[in-house]
């Protein structure tokens, strides 16, 4: 009887510890400027409020200076990109990020050859971890190659096992011993690199070219965010920022998955910027491997798109007003 009852007693001490340790963890996550803690924290504590949203992959975290494109547009951008996500992902993220902040005006939706093709794989699930209990981001994971379990989802502190790195941040940040700098701005971090190579190991390692496949599932979900985003009054650029043009040779079949965009953009009123064939796609000064801009790469691509934009909304505007005028 004496033994059951201690039992009970480590058992019940254990539960608590749990139950604080996971707390204390999540907070502190929560609060910290940490990698992509920072977008995420921002996205739920209602923080980003954008009049122009930037959303899409790591190209669109190191891509679109939110810098440049507040200087020349006069507005409040973000950029959310998330590494080596496909549309489903960023599909997902716009809805959670509708929840908790105003919608946006504009809308930039960076493009890629690889966006519509479901991909098993997700990079770093660990940025999920402190916002577990949110539903919406059990749907966004659900049948990914990490997908989060049921303990994960309610036995405390089990989703922090084997993940020393997010718990002595946590803790740092909850009782203050440590805060750590934030390395975007508003989403946006580039790196000033260059050519490092990591194409070429690729290209070995593989022996044609590949034809990448285009899911309808993720083509029909296109069309309904498209949609959603005319019947809501916000304006789409879909944008293919460059990519090195020896990286283009690797998919056979990527103009007509860039036709496909172009498509889609006629149909749902949305603007398609394609800069494949720009100048900067011939340079390797400008890109750290054949998907990524540099920061020098990102600086004078973002200045081209924010005037192609400004130019755009400049015209569309004196459009209206002679309408209206008339």
């Known amino acids: ?41 921002d996205l739920y504590k209602s923080k980003i409020n954008a009049d122009l949203l930037i959303l899409g992959s790591s190209r669109a975290r190191q891509h679109f200076s939110t810098r440049i494109l507040d200087s020349v ?15 489903r992902m960023i599909n997902d993220v716009f809805n959670i990020y509708l929840i908790h902040n105003k919608k946006p005006e504009y809308l930039i939706l960076s493009l890629d050859g690889y ?58 940040e909850y009782f203050g011993i440590k805060q750590y700098p934030r390395d975007t ?17 690729y290209v070995n390692s593989i022996k044609v070219p590949i034809r990448q496949e285009v899911d309808s599932s993720d083509v029909s979900l296109l069309k309904k965010f498209l949609f959603f985003c005319k019947a809501n009054k916000i304006k789409v650029y879909m ?6 043009l020896c990286g283009r040779e690797l998919i056979i ?14 149909d749902y009123g949305a603007s398609y910027y394609n800069f494949c064939d720009d100048s900067i796609s011939k340079d390797k000064q400008y890109f750290y491997n054949s998907q990524h801009l540099s920061s020098l790469g990102a600086e ?27």
């Open 1 to 41: 009887m004496k033994f059951l009852s201690r039992l009970v007693i480590f058992c019940t001490i254990l539960i608590i510890f749990s139950l604080v340790a996971s707390y204390t963890i999540d907070i502190g996550l929560q609060k910290t400027s940490y990698s992509y803690y920072a977008e995420w924290n």
């Open 73 to 87: 547009l006069n507005l409040n951008s973000y950029v959310i990109g998330i590494e080596a996500c496909r549309f």
């Open 115 to 172: 966006l519509l093709h479901e991909n098993c794989n997700s990079y770093y699930y660990q940025q999920f971890l402190p916002y577990l209990q949110d539903t919406s981001i059990q749907k966004l994971y659900t049948g990914y190659l990490h997908e989060f379990t049921v303990q994960d989802y309610y036995l405390p502190l089990y989703k922090y096992r084997g993940e020393r790195t997010q718990i002595l941040v946590g803790i740092f």
């Open 185 to 201: 701005f508003k989403g946006f971090g580039s790196y000033n690199k260059k050519w490092d190579g990591t194409y070429d190991q």
């Open 239 to 244: 944008v293919f920022s460059p990519e090195y």
């Open 253 to 266: 079949n990527g103009d007509s998955i860039r036709s496909l965009y172009s498509s889609l953009s006629s």
């Open 300 to 326: 004078l691509f973002s200045k081209k798109l924010a005037l192609e934009i400004s130019s755009e909304m400049h015209y569309l505007s004196k459009t209206k007003e002679q309408v209206e005028n008339r």
